[in-house]
């Protein structure tokens, strides 16, 4: 029998043998720990490629025509922001859209972005070509001076550069989105933590902006605007006239009239002046104003303008005229220097003080403050005038710029209040916000245009140029309104944004360009860029008037004698 052997091999075998690794499990086998997350570029991730195609095309559209002309610098912002807006549309849509039906392929997102490369400068060089010759013809129109031809090469400049902004903005309220919703991923789920986190930058991002910028913005107005109100104009002086609010024996003390009332009441033609001109002796006309500090309410100072009325005399003349002037308190000299030239100064003009903001922050801040100012300075006059003896009564006008026309509207409530309220009402550019404005206009005649209407069951008159009203058949009328057809302030609606307007169907004003469009959103954000500079262009366009006011007061209340040839001479006198 034989035994087994066991053969040890000899050490340095064994010790060769315990350096070979033994055998691992497959590799197959073997778990995987989780790869780390890729990280997220947002700020400097690519562009969307649905956000790029609708960008193009507002970008594009930017430069169709609108009511008046831009400068570089506006027109370059105006297409910044609006490439913006289409940007945001887009990349929204292109969201939505791969939520629903997943990502788009490669080769989809490949032969967009090639399209977008072959037609975009196409289209944008069109467009850029096309807003030049537009942006030449609104020049035209309004009678303005052409510009560099070299402004289109800055004008791209601005829209990149305000486009780029606005993108960084966006995606840095992206970023700080994503990281809010990394830390609320800790405690909730993953659409439960970007729902926070949107939600919770979006209230930061607006309460930034209102809290600081807007609230900044009214702040610094408001600063700037009462040391404003606290000076005194160039040239203006305390007046030696005991006619004048301000001057001697006056209840009202010059340093509290404010430095628009300091310019109303310094700013009077001079008796000779009036005298050349009307062809006949003239005597001085009486200006009286009451600013913010002249006394304690709306209510004392309105008051005290009509004890200062009975101190200067001013219901023994020919014509009282109210003024409800514009925000900071602003009447345009050529409104009261018409109705004195026109009366040889026998004239008493009266107006008071609500604000020193401008007519923007105004009407946007508190519009209450111009309307209980016109009814408590137009109602105190009125009783008082109402009083006289019916045979002695001057007569009584009323006028309102801009804000001004809103106050006066809404003193009086409906049309026919505002015809009996007065023996005329002269208002130029009324705001979008006037109550009968929109009433008359609504209810004209089928066929006037609503740029030029007619009404005829009240003494009313409209016109979009003041020359029309030289030929006026029948009595006078008791309101007239100026109101340019380019007139942003006049035309700008929030239904601009789903609506065509009225203004943009059938007939045109001549002044308004055949080549303006209505398209849903960008039409809405033209007219408020417009809004921007109305007054900067020139007298019978935007919202610039002016000398117009002649032709207003010679329909509403010429003296006797007074003729189309006199409206001519006094509108040069005045600068027209």
């Given at each position: 029998m034989l035994e087994q052997v066991v053969v040890s091999p000899p050490g340095w075998q064994k010790a060769l043998l315990s350096r070979i690794p033994s055998p691992r499990r497959p590799i197959e086998d073997t778990p995987l720990a989780p790869a780390p997350p890729a990280r997220r570029r947002i700020v400097r991730s690519s562009l969307s490629v649905t956000g790029a195609g609708l960008a193009a095309v507002f970008y594009c559209?930017?430069?169709?025509?609108s009511l008046l002309p831009r400068a570089?610098?506006?027109?370059?912002?105006?297409?910044?922001?609006?490439?913006?807006?289409?940007?945001?549309?887009g990349a929204a849509g292109g969201a939505v859209a791969r939520r629903l039906h997943g990502p788009f392929r490669a080769r989809t997102t490949l032969i967009a972005w090639a399209t977008l490369a072959a037609v975009v400068p196409v289209l944008m060089v069109i467009f850029l070509w096309l807003g030049t010759r537009w942006q030449r013809d609104l020049r035209v129109r309004l009678g303005m001076?052409?510009?560099p031809e070299y402004d289109i090469a800055r004008t791209v400049w601005a829209s990149l550069l305000t486009f780029g902004l606005l993108l960084l903005i966006a995606r840095m309220l992206r970023l700080a989105t994503y990281g809010c919703a990394l830390l609320f991923r800790r405690v909730v789920p993953q659409r439960a933590a970007y729902c926070a986190g949107t939600l919770?930058?979006?209230v930061l991002a607006y309460s930034a902006f209102d809290g600081l910028l807007i609230a900044n913005l009214f702040a610094t107005a408001d600063r700037l605007a009462a040391v404003e109100n606290n000076g005194t104009g160039n040239g203006v002086t305390v007046?030696?006239?005991t006619l004048r609010s301000g001057g001697p024996q006056s209840l009202v003390p010059w340093d509290t009239l404010g430095r628009q009332g300091r310019a109303f009441v310094a700013g009077t033609p001079r008796v000779d002046e009036l005298t050349t001109f009307a062809g006949r002796p003239a005597i001085e006309p009486i200006r009286v104003y009451a600013g913010l500090t002249s006394a304690d309410t709306l209510r004392d100072r309105a008051e005290l303008?009509?004890?200062?009325?009975?101190?200067?005399?001013?219901?023994?003349r020919a014509v009282v005229a109210v003024i409800t002037p514009t925000g900071t308190g602003w009447i345009d000299n050529r409104v009261p220097r018409s109705l004195e030239f026109m009366y040889a100064g026998d004239t008493a003009l009266v107006s008071m003080q609500y604000s020193y903001l401008p007519s923007f922050f105004a009407f946007m801040g508190d519009r209450?403050?111009?309307?209980?100012?016109?009814?408590?300075?137009?109602?105190?006059?009125?009783?008082?005038?109402?009083?006289?003896?019916?045979?002695?009564?001057?007569?009584?006008?009323?006028?309102?710029?801009?804000?001004g026309t809103y106050g006066m509207e809404m003193t009086f409530g409906t049309p026919e209040r505002l015809v009996d309220g007065a023996d005329g009402a002269l208002l130029l550019g009324p705001t979008f916000a006037n109550p009968t404005h929109r009433v008359l206009t609504e209810d004209r005649a089928d066929d006037s245009p609503i740029w030029d209407p007619t009404y005829t069951r009240l003494p009313v008159e409209f016109a979009d140029d003041a020359a029309e009203l030289r030929n006026l058949s029948g009595p006078p009328p008791k309101v007239v309104y100026l109101q340019n057809a380019t007139d942003p302030v006049v035309w700008w609606s929030w239904d601009l944004l789903w609506k065509k307007p009225q203004w943009l169907v059938g007939e045109r004003a001549p002044d308004v360009t055949p080549d303006m469009h209505w398209y849903p959103g960008i039409t809405f954000w033209q007219i408020s860029c417009d809004l921007v500079f109305s007054n900067k262009v020139?007298?019978?366009h935007g919202h610039s008037y002016r000398w117009e006011t002649v032709d207003g007061w010679a329909a509403l209340a010429a003296p006797p004698g007074w003729t189309t040839a006199d409206s001519i001479r006094l509108r040069v006198l005045l600068g027209g």
């Open positions: 559209l930017s430069f169709t025509p570089w610098f506006l027109q370059g912002v105006v297409a910044g922001i609006t490439a913006a807006m289409g940007y945001a549309l001076a052409p510009v919770v930058v979006a007046p030696a006239s303008v009509v004890r200062e009325m009975d101190r200067t005399g001013a219901f023994d209450s403050e111009v309307v209980n100012a016109a009814d408590a300075l137009i109602g105190a006059v009125r009783a008082r005038w109402a009083a006289l003896p019916a045979a002695t009564r001057p007569r009584l006008l009323l006028f309102g710029e801009s804000l020139p007298t019978g």
